[in-house]
């Protein structure tokens, strides 16, 4: 099998590709990665001179290389590449649209073209919006995004559905909880908390503390898009989540405890435009028809990941350079 993997050196992207080459040791896989801020080919360091593995730097926005890419040959697709940070498309929402949407269509224009056996859309739960106290998000939800983020996702996977009802093309659509696990890129919640308290600096948080996200270790996310590409349903969307509601305030709570650093580096700052109070998956339709189920709890994964942090400061001091120090002028200004 050639797969396609788009997005493959971010968090996610370089997780799955990692998985999937020791998963798989006769899959062939192309990674396909404009390299942004958030794309970091380190993450991939252990696959470089796997023979099944490669690279090309491109943007999926850009018809002309993407196309060049499908004369190669494609069996299967998986679209990780996003801007996917929600901070970042509250002050610049235009990429977000860019990337999301026009990169989603000239991937399913390709996919179109050549034709494919099968074309994954990795998307999120906050398409859905927001949840009161009670009930979960199931594959059943209206889609009613807050974000400028939320809503370019939203775009995406309803390019994907107009593909597979318009066309006829072989589609899936997986939307996932909050991820987290190693090389994830320290703007997200778990990653900042770690490498802020680690240097004693002041710990951001959002409004009350109070919202919740349903968290799930990165490999179990890998593994339910590999049981959706070899079993998905055709045009089936599925929704994926590990039953981990968490408010933010026992995340930080929880790092701060493991690495013994004290609570007073909590603080309270203004809180997220539109921020999404409670996410929370129901995950029955994959755990019932492809019989997936996610390995790690909550209580060990976390620790796993703070040791992850601990044992690779090299890995985010780096990324903690030029436009990170920028984006965080933007986003806090005075505040911290
Ligand atoms: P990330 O920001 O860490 O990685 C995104 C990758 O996409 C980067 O390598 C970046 O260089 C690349 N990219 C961005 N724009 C591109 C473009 N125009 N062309 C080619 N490559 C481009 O994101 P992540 O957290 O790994 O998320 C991956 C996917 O999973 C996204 O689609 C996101 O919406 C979705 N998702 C993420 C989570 C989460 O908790 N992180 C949860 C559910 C779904
Ligand atoms: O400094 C912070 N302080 C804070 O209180 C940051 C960065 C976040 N938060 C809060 C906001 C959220 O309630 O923590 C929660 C998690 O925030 P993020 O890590 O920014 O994630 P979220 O907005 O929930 O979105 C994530 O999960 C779904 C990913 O970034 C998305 O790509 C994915 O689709």
Redesign the pocket.
């Known amino acids: 099998m050639r797969l396609l993997v788009?997005?493959?050196?971010?968090?996610?992207?370089?997780?799955f590709i990692l998985y999937m080459l020791q998963r798989h040791p006769n899959y062939k896989i192309l990674n396909?990665?404009?390299?942004?801020?958030?794309?970091?080919l380190e993450n991939l360091k252990t696959a470089s001179d796997n023979p099944n593995y490669s690279f090309s730097k491109?943007?999926?926005?850009?018809a002309h290389g993407i196309d060049l890419l499908f004369q190669q040959g494609i069996d299967v697709v998986v679209?990780?590449?996003?801007?996917?940070?929600v901070d970042r498309s509250i002050l610049e929402p235009e990429?977000f649209v860019?990337?999301?949407v026009l990169?989603t269509q000239v991937l399913l224009d390709a996919a179109k073209k050549y034709g494919v056996t099968k074309y994954v859309q990795?998307?999120?739960?906050?398409v859905y919006g927001s949840l009161g106290d009670a009930g979960l998000f199931t594959e059943e939800t209206p889609l009613a995004p807050n974000s400028p983020?939320s809503a370019s996702?939203a775009g995406?996977d309803l390019m994907v559905r107009a593909y597979y009802e318009t066309f006829g093309l072989p589609v899936n659509i997986?939307?996932?909880?909050?991820?987290?696990g190693p090389?994830?890129?320290p703007e997200?919640l778990i990653p900042l908390i770690i490498s802020r308290a680690l240097n004693d600096e002041p710990l951001p948080i959002y409004g009350d503390g109070l919202n919740i996200r349903d968290w799930?270790y990165?490999e179990d996310?890998c593994s339910a898009i590999d049981l959706v590409i070899h079993n998905g349903r055709i045009g089936k969307v599925y929704n994926?989540g590990g039953n981990n509601e968490r408010t933010n305030i026992h995340i930080v709570k929880t790092i701060l405890q493991e690495l013994g650093k004290p609570e007073s580096l909590i603080t309270y700052v203004q809180d997220r435009p539109g921020h999404d109070r409670r996410y929370g998956i129901d995950p029955a339709l994959i755990t019932q028809e492809l019989g997936w189920k996610p390995k790690h709890h909550f209580e060990t994964g976390i620790k796993e990941t703070i040791q992850w942090y601990l044992q690779h400061k090299d890995w985010w001091t780096r990324i903690q350079s030029g436009e990170y120090k920028s984006y965080y002028a933007k986003q806090y200004g005075e505040r911290l």
């Not at 679209?79 to 940070?85: D, L, M």
């Not at 997986?174 to 987290?180: A, E, F, L, P, V």
């Open positions: 788009t997005g493959g050196a971010g968090f996610i992207g370089s997780n396909v990665d404009s390299l942004t801020y958030a794309g970091n491109t943007d999926i926005t850009d679209n990780f590449a996003a801007e996917s940070h990429i860019k990337t999301n990169g990795v998307s999120t739960d906050e983020y996702k995406g997986t939307r996932c909880s909050n991820n987290y090389y994830q890129f997200k799930l990165v996310h994926i």
